[in-house]
């Protein structure tokens, strides 16, 4: 069995500032971990993933996140948050590699405060 | 690559009515998946095809719910006499069969509102 906890259902940061949102896993298995970014009304976007090999992965929009295996954790950061990225983040785990069904977490919403 | 698509985007129906989603995923994806998703709660997984074949469904799948993907291009999704508890988002996503670079591809939804 495999699960996601996400700290905060909702994140408020200052445009420009460093964005950090959370999140541990659990897994029997060597996880695949996967971060999504939902906007209004649109499908859910990947913005990075870790399979296998280096820890620190980097995404698209400026977003990168560090596996620590020690730790069970997965935080997505960005150093200078802009007004675009308000939206709701999702972390989702795979003990397949993303073939199989996704255990997401219940999602952060980043409010970016002007 | 013109993304995966849903329709309707929308459904609002009575309870009690049977109601049918449709999913095209990416050309020549072959792995298919469904989701559920309600108000401020994460996706939820319910199904997934490779081609036709129906590989995993998850118990919130109750016999209410039937998904297809009969000739493992696009798949439908039947929930039969509805209940409120039915409303929420549902999604579709595709992925390659490539193990290393799967990532899934998520559709825009379809809204279901049951009456």
């Known amino acids: 069995a495999q699960s996601v906890t996400q700290l905060g259902s909702h994140v408020s940061v200052s445009e420009g500032a460093l964005v950090l949102l959370r999140c541990n896993y659990s897994?029997?298995?060597?996880?695949?971990l996967f971060w999504y970014v939902q906007y209004p009304n649109q499908g859910l976007q990947l913005l990075l993933k870790y399979t296998t090999g280096a820890t620190l992965v980097k995404g698209i929009n400026g977003f990168e996140a560090e596996f620590k295996k020690s730790e069970t954790s997965f935080h997505l950061t960005k150093p200078s948050a802009h007004m675009s990225d308000a939206a709701e983040y999702f972390c989702a785990v795979s003990s397949g590699g993303g073939a199989d069904g996704l255990t997401f977490g219940k999602g952060t919403h980043l409010i970016i405060q002007p | 690559d013109t993304g995966v698509s849903q329709n309707p985007r929308h459904k609002i129906t009575k309870r009690g009515q049977n109601v049918t989603f449709r999913c095209d995923p990416i050309s020549e994806h072959n792995r298919l998946y469904w989701y559920r998703q309600t108000l401020g709660q994460g996706p939820e997984f319910l199904t997934y095809?490779?081609?036709?074949?129906?590989?995993?469904k998850s118990r919130l799948l109750s016999d209410r719910f039937s998904a297809e993907r009969p000739k493992g291009s696009f798949s439908t999704l039947e929930i039969q006499r509805t209940e409120q508890g039915d409303s929420a988002m549902y999604l579709c996503?595709?992925?390659?069969?490539?193990?290393?670079?799967?990532?899934?591809?998520f559709g825009p939804g379809t809204r279901l509102t049951v009456l």
């Open positions: 897994s029997s298995v060597p996880p695949y």
């Open positions: 996503a595709s992925s390659s069969r490539n193990y290393y670079t799967d990532t899934q591809y």
């Open positions: 095809f490779q081609n036709e074949a129906q590989l995993e």
